[in-house]
């Protein structure tokens, strides 16, 4: 059992290009999430799914989006990636909901030029 | 907006010595949670605390949660090498949302 996996491990990317992060779990968890890990900040929530089909807006929104097609994958999406978007990404999942024990994938390392 | 704030940032402690990290909150918590993120790794769930005044223990983990739920902490007796790591808290008070403090980042010294 893989639990939760991400990719890319880490990717460089030019400021304006578009680019998905993908995040799978095998755990058949209903909700999942995604945070930005900058230093000194902390985790910080981007978006959740509560449940397949449904998609909800954390702390740092703004120029990211998801989609929820089904239990498994929940990928996030940079229309147009910028400078500020550096960062490590985590995607996360629990069984039901924010009150729940979540569990981590490994982390995508994200540079923006 | 909601805050859940986390002291002290480092702490350095020399093996042996007993370690300490506090996390409060502007509002009232539903619960709150501690992770553990190894240097390179990925957070790691530790406990999840939510009773008023409660009180959990792992080995030499001890997790408290405030009277108020607007505090908690964590304290590591007699630390080891294989305690390095962040230690972040995780507070929620609505239905979506988690907030996470800005975590202690925690030396051991051999």
């Known amino acids: 059992i893989a639990g939760i996996t991400q990719a890319p491990t880490s990717q460089i990317l030019a400021a304006g290009r578009r680019m998905t992060l993908r995040c799978t779990q095998d755990?058949?968890?209903?909700?999942m999430y995604w945070y930005r890990q900058d230093l000194g900040l902390g985790l910080r929530l981007i978006h959740y799914?509560?449940?397949?089909?449904?998609?909800g807006k954390g702390e740092v929104p703004d120029g990211y989006s998801v989609s929820r097609a089904n239990t498994d994958d929940f990928p996030l999406t940079l229309a147009s990636a910028v400078p500020s978007q550096t960062s490590v990404y985590f995607c996360?999942?629990?069984?039901?909901?924010?009150?729940?024990?979540?569990?981590f994938g490994p982390g995508t390392r994200l540079t923006v030029l | 907006g909601q805050q859940v704030m986390q002291i002290p940032q480092y702490q350095h402690v020399q093996e042996g010595e007993d370690f300490t990290t506090y996390c409060n909150s502007s509002?009232?918590?539903?619960?709150i949670q501690w992770y553990k993120q190894r240097p390179g790794g990925h957070p790691v769930f530790l406990i999840q605390?939510?009773?008023?005044?409660e009180v959990k223990k792992q080995k030499r983990l001890t997790f408290q949660f405030g009277e108020a739920k607007k505090n908690s902490s964590l304290h590591i007796t007699a630390t080891q090498t294989t305690d390095v790591g962040t230690y972040f808290c995780?507070?929620?008070?609505?239905?979506?949302?988690?907030?996470f403090g800005t975590g202690t980042r925690l030396t051991v010294i051999p």
């Open positions: 755990m058949r968890h209903n909700a």
């Open positions: 509002t009232t918590l539903s619960n």
């Open positions: 799914s509560n449940t397949a089909g449904t998609t």
């Open positions: 995780a507070g929620k008070s609505g239905a979506n949302n988690l907030f």
């Open positions: 996360a999942s629990s069984d039901s909901g924010f009150g729940n024990e979540q569990f």
């Open positions: 605390l939510v009773k008023s005044g």
